[in-house]
């Protein structure tokens, strides 16, 4: 018998209530509206409440994934939250959302996984390989980040790319002949690009005499644009074409690529190179902007609610982050 198959069976997605566009960053750093949107396709991005958590924007996400799957919280089995923006050091943000979401009563595993915008393209292929050994059933995957607290709002390269956001999914386990689910997952990473595009700060870093550590923050995010941008074409290219050659499937057998939504240039340019036109390309980050861990599952959510995505279609996942980190998913939806 063939091992199960992970069929998602639901999406949702939640954004912060206040947005901020393009001319709210001219007040805040010496830049133009032109310049963000001709560079990078964005035109807004949404901004978490100062009393917001990622655990709460996971929560909103979670609850209408599940709503849409038809799934109560405590049937789930397996919770993992990918994130780089966690309420807390520790415990992890998926049981504090499995708290939030009042599916603790099931007692089953919860915790979070780290590969900053790849993270929930990870988080995705660790529960098909969950789902497909047999150890879980129905597992909650999301994406959720608040990105722009980690932020240098002085730094005009970095702070008009990012936003705030949570995307969910609810996995099932199907019979592994089912023509439905996912079909495959690839993931990568490669260290020696650390430095490219990082958080300056950390925990075990310490702290230097005379920090206080209630008022200052953890580092902020630096990032090597010009570099990060040609890496990103080509890692995001060379797993897409990776998993297609994997799956014995082209390009022209892809419904809808759901890319990481770093910025439109990123994408056109990956499209491009993997001859893939752009009317089959979903777009997002013209009004989420780079929210990392969230922006695929929040992506997707968009173009199942509004019907672009239809039962049959085949759908590629792309993603790449720092690290560097990149994975990809094939989903027959
Ligand atoms: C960040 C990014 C938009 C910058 O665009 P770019 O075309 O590479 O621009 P450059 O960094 O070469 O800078 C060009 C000029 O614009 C200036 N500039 C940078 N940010 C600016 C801003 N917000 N407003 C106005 N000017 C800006 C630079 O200072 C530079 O000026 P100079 O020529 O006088 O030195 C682009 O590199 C990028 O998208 N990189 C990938 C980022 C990303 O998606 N990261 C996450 C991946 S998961």
């Given at each position: 018998?063939?091992?199960?198959?992970?069929?998602?069976?639901?999406?949702?997605?939640?954004l912060?209530?206040?947005?901020?566009t393009?001319?709210?960053?001219?007040?805040?750093?010496?830049?133009?509206?032109?310049?963000?949107?001709?560079?990078?396709?964005?035109?807004?991005?949404?901004?978490?409440?100062?009393?917001?958590?990622?655990?709460?924007?996971?929560?909103?996400?979670?609850?209408?994934?599940?709503?849409?799957?038809?799934?109560?919280?405590?049937?789930?089995?397996l919770?993992?939250?990918?994130?780089?923006?966690?309420?807390?050091?520790?415990?992890?943000?998926?049981?504090?959302?499995?708290?939030?979401?009042?599916?603790?009563?099931?007692?089953?595993p919860?915790?979070?996984?780290?590969?900053?915008?790849?993270?929930?393209?990870?988080?995705?292929?660790?529960?098909?390989?969950?789902?497909?050994?047999?150890?879980?059933?129905?597992?909650?995957?999301?994406?959720?980040?608040?990105?722009?607290?980690?932020?240098?709002w002085?730094?005009?390269?970095?702070c008009?790319?990012?936003?705030?956001?949570?995307?969910?999914v609810?996995?099932e386990?199907?019979?592994?002949?089912?023509?439905?689910?996912?079909?495959?997952?690839?993931?990568?990473?490669?260290?020696?690009?650390v430095?490219?595009?990082?958080?300056?700060?950390?925990?075990?870093r310490?702290?230097?005499?005379?920090?206080?550590?209630?008022?200052?923050?953890?580092?902020?995010?630096?990032?090597?644009g010009?570099?990060?941008?040609?890496?990103?074409?080509?890692?995001?290219?060379?797993?897409?074409?990776?998993?297609?050659?994997?799956?014995?499937?082209?390009?022209?057998?892809?419904?809808?690529?759901?890319?990481?939504?770093?910025?439109?240039?990123?994408?056109?340019?990956t499209?491009?190179?993997?001859?893939?036109?752009?009317?089959?390309?979903?777009?997002?980050?013209?009004?989420?902007?780079?929210?990392?861990?969230?922006?695929?599952?929040l992506?997707l959510?968009?173009?199942v609610?509004?019907g672009?995505?239809?039962?049959?279609?085949?759908?590629?996942?792309?993603?790449?982050g720092?690290?560097?980190?990149?994975?990809?998913?094939?989903?027959?939806?």
């Amino acid at each position: 018998m063939n091992a199960p198959r992970a069929r998602i069976i639901g999406t949702g997605s939640y954004l912060p209530e206040k947005r901020m566009t393009n001319d709210d960053l001219c007040k805040i750093v010496d830049t133009s509206s032109e310049w963000i949107s001709s560079r990078t396709g964005i035109l807004e991005r949404r901004v978490a409440a100062e009393d917001e958590m990622t655990s709460d924007l996971a929560a909103h996400a979670s609850r209408r994934a599940l709503e849409a799957a038809g799934c109560a919280p405590e049937e789930l089995d397996l919770i993992i939250c990918a994130t780089s923006t966690p309420d807390l050091v520790f415990p992890a943000t998926a049981t504090i959302l499995q708290r939030k979401i009042e599916a603790q009563g099931a007692k089953a595993p919860a915790f979070d996984i780290q590969a900053v915008c790849t993270g929930f393209v990870y988080a995705l292929s660790i529960a098909d390989q969950f789902i497909r050994s047999g150890m879980s059933k129905k597992v909650l995957v999301v994406g959720a980040e608040t990105f722009t607290r980690i932020l240098d709002w002085e730094d005009r390269t970095t702070c008009i790319l990012f936003g705030d956001g949570a995307g969910a999914v609810v996995l099932e386990a199907v019979a592994g002949d089912s023509p439905q689910g996912i079909l495959s997952t690839r993931m990568h990473a490669d260290g020696s690009h650390v430095e490219l595009l990082r958080v300056t700060g950390g925990i075990s870093r310490g702290r230097p005499s005379g920090f206080d550590v209630r008022h200052e923050a953890l580092g902020f995010v630096d990032m090597h644009g010009n570099e990060v941008f040609k890496q990103a074409v080509k890692a995001m290219g060379a797993i897409a074409e990776e998993i297609l050659l994997a799956n014995n499937v082209t390009v022209d057998d892809i419904d809808w690529l759901i890319p990481h939504q770093a910025n439109r240039r990123i994408l056109q340019a990956t499209a491009k190179r993997i001859n893939i036109p752009e009317e089959r390309v979903v777009m997002t980050v013209d009004h989420h902007g780079n929210t990392s861990a969230a922006s695929v599952p929040l992506a997707l959510d968009e173009a199942v609610r509004d019907g672009r995505i239809k039962p049959g279609q085949l759908i590629l996942l792309d993603a790449f982050g720092g690290g560097f980190t990149w994975a990809s998913a094939l989903i027959r939806w």
